[in-house]
């Protein structure tokens, strides 16, 4: 392009080379000339580098030159959801469109449908495309990363290179070239390590433009400067020729009117960089491009840190050699960064002012892994060494931190908690001395009583001097032949009775209404008979056996989500660890026992399952990962095992529910969840229909549908919940007629009814949902008479009083909801205090208030609802503060704290008393309202926000101006215009 050529400049999008300003780099020539030889190419460059651009202008080149072009963007086929057959069909479509083939394709596919789609598509290209052109043929696929999520994307690269393969073995191949384009590294296009990866075609890096060759554009500065091509070069100073930069610097400067005196050309472009680009950037970033490069740089959570630590080093240092590993072009793929002369380099000025050192410090802070436990360190001026790291937790803090230049506080509590880690090391080592010290008595010991007790058989031996060696660290009696006989006689007495208590009076009554007082005394003996029987059981695997089995019955009757228990959350949890580790010092021993590895998994659930009750979710999802792990790999070994099957199913729903589920506590990655679900449900109904008469497979169907249901509705698609929910419901309620006895599949139902319930109402069916919640309330009751004892039907009570109430008040009724929302109060209270380390019960017990609160707000008692508003509020800071990882509490922390701005904004809008006091509200009101976008961003930044958050966000957003508008306001208060906000209810 000449300069009498210039026709504008083009700020983002593809440059038509026919009617822009299309700059011609070296790379043009280059690549248009491998692609006529028909040598296959990629360019694999950040995002706005111009690789569209370069497509076009190529594509219209080869086609002069007789070559027939294919031009795909691979974003109008998508990559969501999208079938190999959809995949393959749209690519061949693009093909006979392209290059007018003649091909009735449906009929063609109809007599081809028993190969594999690749294989369709490669006999298309063979016997169809190259037969009816015999001209070269080029295919432009652009925007190839979008293809990274396709799971048949490796099959897809691995049909290109074979096409490459064929040049040289089959007529016609070598004709035929394919250009990749897109954002994305060789090593992405073929993942799988049992595959070739993808090694055919030239590279060719797309560099920013030289001033020589960008020269044209100086032809639109004319106007404003009166050295156009100075000013153009210290435009190319701050951009490093980056294209899409480099055209809205120039684009801004030739709309600015200012007049550019020469020699004033570095003062003026500084200007108008700074107040242009730099500051306030995030608002002044459109069309987007540095947005583009932060979330690219920060999107991979687990790589963000290395890349982010990189870049730093590259910042500080000026450059870094180029040694061709993965972050390093993971960091060229965000733009930020180039190689030039064999280093890493920023790409220009204005990154390195955007991106800079302090801007790395403050995302670092966001992305350390030990970020909670940190700001509770601080909090404790440093003194709490329980929010120090250690184990693993500090292993892997200090490996993050090994390649980035953190802050002082960082290095000190990563020492200190070095420091800790050391101690404790220290005090296991003098633990272990102590302990051999005690095994060196107890082999005394046994020796002695093996002298006085002559030819008894050894296992009889080992049992009576594990017993006196007990007796003897507890007092000290001699050994004795008639000591070891009593020993072993009430040895055999006690594992009987243990036997007889978890294995044959708790399996009677278990399902029975009414049997929690009898499940307590089950606890309160066997617990005793068990510790006794664990001293003495070492070297006895079918005794260690059974006591695992035993501690995990235990333990689901002192906490268990799904049944009835007695609300024991931390009894459940040393119950549940004293059975996994009995199975794992099993397994670790006999490691070819299939049922031992399938008890482990079981214990890995169940732990979890207590872990995420008290807080742990990380630890949790670990356990439910190595169930998951194992149940597959027993699963690969027992294909035909139903319960197997069943085991892996359940697994991936307690991956689900921890991972994404806005019904429980979790960590806020729905996508994932979704995923899990997704298995789980395909595996339920597999089981389902191979076994139509198991209640238990037909309920776990049920169950699937829930949660499906839960995923749906948080995500706005209130439909497919009701659909999900509707199915549900559905299965519940044939189940329970045939087995009205079951308290389980009564419970189901009533927790099927309350969530049907809740999405009638989101659509507007104020009677129907009420309808549902009083059926779900009458089943609680009638639960909750039969068994008084039963925390879990309490719990589930409690919350059927709250989702009345809430149905009765939105029928009008709200004495009614408020009398349903204080009795459910009482309830949750008493629940909590019984058993504080229950998160599940502090939580509904802040719902409950919440609840108590909104029904007093109807009635116009701000001061009591103020009251309750305050309660809820603190019982959900603490419950965050304990677990900063559970976005649940943290979208409920955000809802209360909203909800006491609404009230402090309710009694401003109200108040009658001098300005003085009415301005006190509005500054109350706009606090607790920052606050609660303190949280909600605090929430984003954690986790994608389904519809209901991006609403809460946005109406406490508005909320703020509001009150800044009322703060700032000098007019009377009688003559606010302001109206007051609706309520949001929380999602319990």
């Known amino acids: 392009m ?13 440059v038509d080379p026919a009617r822009h300003t299309y700059i011609v780099r070296s790379t043009d020539d280059e690549f248009f000339e491998a692609l006529l030889k028909g040598e296959y190419c990629y360019v694999l460059n950040a995002r706005q580098m111009g690789k569209s651009s370069l497509r076009v202008h190529a594509s219209r080149r080869l086609q002069r030159s007789g070559v027939a072009c294919v031009d795909i963007d691979l974003t109008g086929i998508g990559s969501r959801g999208v079938t190999p057959d959809q995949w393959y069909g749209s690519l061949a479509r693009a093909f006979i469109d392209a290059c007018e083939l003649d091909l009735d394709w449906r009929a063609w596919v109809g007599e081809r449908e028993h190969l594999t789609p690749v294989a369709r598509f490669g006999e298309f290209i063979e016997k169809v495309l190259l037969v009816q052109v015999q001209s070269p043929v080029v295919v432009f696929l652009d925007e190839i990363d979008c293809t990274l999520h396709l799971p048949f994307k490796d099959d897809f690269f691995a049909f290109i290179r074979n096409c490459h393969n064929r040049k040289a073995e089959k007529t016609g191949y070598d004709r035929l070239a394919f250009a990749l384009l897109g954002v994305a590294s060789p090593s992405d296009l073929i993942a799988d390590p049992t595959s070739t990866p993808f090694n055919v075609g030239r590279a060719f890096e797309l560099a920013g433009f030289t001033l020589q060759e960008a020269l044209p554009l100086a032809e639109g500065l004319r106007s404003v400067a009166q050295n156009p091509g100075k000013a153009l070069g210290c435009i190319l100073e701050w951009t490093g020729g980056q294209p899409f930069l480099t055209q809205k610097l120039c684009s801004l400067l030739a709309q600015s009117g200012t007049t550019v005196p020469s020699g004033g050309e570095a003062v003026c472009v500084e200007r108008l960089v700074r107040e242009g680009v730099l500051e306030d950037w995030e608002s002044q970033d459109v069309p987007q491009h540095l947005r583009t490069i932060r979330d690219r740089l920060l999107m991979d959570v687990d790589r963000a840190g290395r890349l ?101 506080l960082d290095y000190q509590f990563l020492s200190a908690s070095q420091q800790l880690e050391n101690k404790l090391v220290q005090t296991e080592l003098e633990l272990e001395k102590k302990e051999r010290q005690l095994e060196q008595v107890g082999s005394e010991l046994a020796l002695t009583k093996q002298k006085a007790q002559g030819e008894r058989s050894r296992n009889r031996v ?41 294995f044959e009076f708790h399996d009677a009554i278990e399902k029975l209404p009414g049997s929690t007082p009898a499940r307590r005394l089950v606890v309160e003996k066997a617990l005793g008979y068990l510790d ?15 006591l695992a089995a035993a501690y995990q019955k235990t333990g689901d009757i002192q906490w268990n989500r799904y049944y009835a228990n007695l609300g024991d959350t931390l009894g459940a949890l040393k119950s549940h660890s004293k059975a996994r580790a009995i199975r794992q010092s099993l397994a670790a021993q006999r490691p070819e026992d299939l049922q031992i590895a399938r008890a482990l998994a079981t214990s890995h659930v169940l732990t979890g399952d207590v872990l995420v009750e008290t807080g742990d979710l990380r630890a949790a999802l670990a356990s439910y990962r190595k169930s998951l792990d194992m149940r597959r790999e027993l699963l690969a070994k027992l294909p035909t095992d139903s319960k197997l099957r069943k085991g892996v199913a359940i697994s ?5 529910d921890t991972l994404g589920n806005p019904n429980y506590s979790s960590l806020g990655r729905t996508a994932e969840a979704v995923s899990h679900y997704g298995q789980m449900q395909q595996i339920f109904e597999e089981l389902s229909a191979a076994q139509p008469d198991d209640i238990d497979a037909r309920l776990s169907v049920s169950h699937g549908h829930e949660k499906i249901g839960d995923v749906l509705g948080a995500g706005g698609d209130n439909p497919g919940a009701f659909e999900a929910y509707r199915r549900a419901l559905e299965i519940r309620s044939e189940l329970s007629a045939k087995a009205p006895a079951d308290a389980h599949i009564r ?79 009482q309830i949750d209270r008493s629940l909590s205090e019984a058993d504080p380390a229950n998160n599940d019960a502090r939580h509904e017990l802040s719902i409950a208030h919440r609840a108590v609160a909104e029904a007093l707000t109807k009635l116009g008692d701000l001061p009591g609802s103020m009251q309750h508003y305050d309660k ?43 300005d003085s006091g009415r301005l006190h509200r509005w500054q109350m009101a706009q606090l607790w309202y920052q606050r609660s976008m303190d949280a909600w961003r605090s ?7 389904n519809p209901a958050d991006a609403a809460g966000m946005d109406e406490v957003a508005r909320a703020i101006s509001r009150c800044t508008a009322a703060i700032g306001s000098s007019s009377s208060s009688s003559q606010s215009p302001l109206t007051r906000p609706k309520s949001r209810s929380a999602q319990a």
């Open 652 to 656: 991936h729903q307690r991956m689900g």
């Open 872 to 914: 809820a509020q603190a019982i959900r800071e603490g419950l965050s503060a304990k677990n900063p990882s559970d976005t649940r509490f943290l979208r409920s922390l955000a809802e209360s704290r909203s909800d006491l701005g609404r009230v402090h904004e309710l009694a401003a809008v109200g108040t009658e008393s001098l």
């Open 532 to 546: 006794s029987l664990s001293a003495e059981a070492s070297g006895d695997a079918s005794l260690q056996l059974e």
């Open 462 to 502: 080992a049992m009576g001097a594990a017993a006196l060696l007990v007796v003897v660290l507890a007092g000290g009696i001699g050994a004795t032949t008639w000591q070891a006989q009593i020993a072993k006689r009430r040895f055999d007495d006690v594992r009987a009775l243990a036997n007889s208590f978890m």
């Open 2 to 14: 000449t300069m009498s050529d210039f026709s504008g400049y083009k700020v983002g999008g593809t």
């Open 939 to 945: 929430l984003a930044a954690r986790s994608t926000l």
């Open 308 to 408: 982010l630590g990189l870049y730093q080093r590259v910042l500080e240092e000026g450059s870094v050699l180029a040694a061709g590993r993965d972050e390093q072009t993971l960091l060229k793929l965000t733009g930020l960064t180039v190689g030039k002369g064999g280093r890493l380099v920023v790409a220009c000025g204005i990154y390195a002012r955007v991106f800079d050192g302090e801007w790395i410090a403050q995302t670092l802070a966001g992305l350390r892994p030990y970020n909670d436990s940190l700001t509770r360190w601080e909090k404790s001026n440093r003194q709490d060494a329980s929010h120090l790291l250690g184990g693993e937790d500090l292993r892997e803090a200090q490996r993050w931190a090994s390649d980035k230049s953190l802050g002082d």
């Open 747 to 825: 419970r189901d139902l009533a927790v099927g009814l309350n969530r049907f319930g809740r999405v009638l109402a989101t659509r507007g069916d104020s009677a129907g949902a009420l309808k549902n919640h009083r059926q779900a309330l009458a089943i609680y009751r009638a639960l909750a008479a039969a068994d008084p004892a039963n925390e879990h039907i309490r719990l589930d009570m409690a919350y059927g009083l709250v989702q009345l109430g809430r149905a009765l008040a939105a029928t009008g009724a709200v004495e009614a909801a408020l009398a349903s929302n204080r009795e459910a109060l």
